[in-house]
T-cell receptor, first 110, second 116 residues
Framework: IVMTQTPVSSLVTLGQPASISCRSSHSLLHRDGNTYLSWLQQRPGQPPRLLIYKTSYRFSGVPDRFSGSGAGTNFTLKISRVEAEDVGVYYC????????FGQGTRLEIK | EAQVVASGGGLVQPGGSLRLSCATSGFTFSRYWMHWVRQTPEKGLVWVARINIEGSDTSYEESVKGRFTISRDNAKSTLYLEMNSLRAEDTAVYYCASLTTPAILGGQGTVVTVSS
């Protein structure tokens, strides 16, 4: 399964919303009824960390300004109000059939 | 808090070998499938290998099949990656993780550089 993210980079003003899209080449609906799409954040110089799993479940400790949505082959990560600490690269990851990652979206502050 | 920390990377010549280790804590290691993922600027994040709970079933990304071997020691809560016949294109930061949902990520990776 190929994962394609848009945009490649995003320049956002502090306090403004941001949105990242992820499209999969095949449906991510698993036969068990779950959709195994996750979002990861990688801050500069840091390893990736989990933000969102199963499309819309926020991982423990993740601020509620982060939200995930979508179904089938189209998914979105939204940040309601961007903060300085949100700078980094965001990846979508599917684990429905083996494991593949999007190419990443770089978020920068204006 | 679940933690995974990879180690064992370094500089190795083409054709050489390395053994990576991953120390884990904060979760019941023996209940999780475990994975290795690598990252390069060119290809981004790429899944490399996975192993089931008992260590009896493994799976590999096509380019490393026959060269890499994933294994685990549940008594020591440790994951391993034996890498043989290394190539320049294996140069990457290697992370261990559990990609079962929700994923266990966030540990420091280990840098592998294959160069003469």
């Amino acid at each position: 399964i190929v994962m394609t993210q848009t945009p490649v980079s995003s320049l956002v003003t502090l306090g403004q919303p941001a949105s990242i899209s992820c499209r999969s080449s095949h449906s991510l609906l698993h036969r068990d009824g779950n959709t195994y799409l996750s979002w990861l954040q990688q801050r500069p110089g840091q390893p990736p960390r989990l933000l969102i799993y199963k499309t819309s479940y926020r991982f423990s400790g993740v601020p509620d300004r982060f939200s995930g949505s979508g179904a089938g082959t189209n998914f979105t990560l939204k940040i309601s109000r961007v903060e300085a600490e949100d700078v980094g690269v965001y990846y979508c990851m599917q684990t429905t059939r083996l494991y593949t990652f999007g190419q990443g979206t770089r978020l920068e502050i204006k | 808090e679940a933690q995974v920390v990879a180690s064992g990377g370094g500089l190795v010549q083409p054709g050489g070998s390395l053994r990576l280790s991953c120390a884990t804590s904060g979760f019941t290691f023996s209940r999780y499938w475990m994975h290795w993922v690598r990252q390069t600027p060119e290809k981004g994040l790429v899944w490399v290998a996975r192993i089931n709970i008992e260590g009896s079933d493994t799976s590999y990304e096509e380019s490393v099949k026959g060269r890499f071997t994933i294994s685990r020691d549940n008594a020591k809560s440790t994951l391993y990656l034996e890498m043989n016949s290394l190539r320049a294109e294996d140069t990457a930061v290697y992370y261990c993780a559990s990609l079962t949902t929700p994923a266990i990520l966030g540990g420091q990776g280990t840098v592998v550089t294959v160069s003469s």
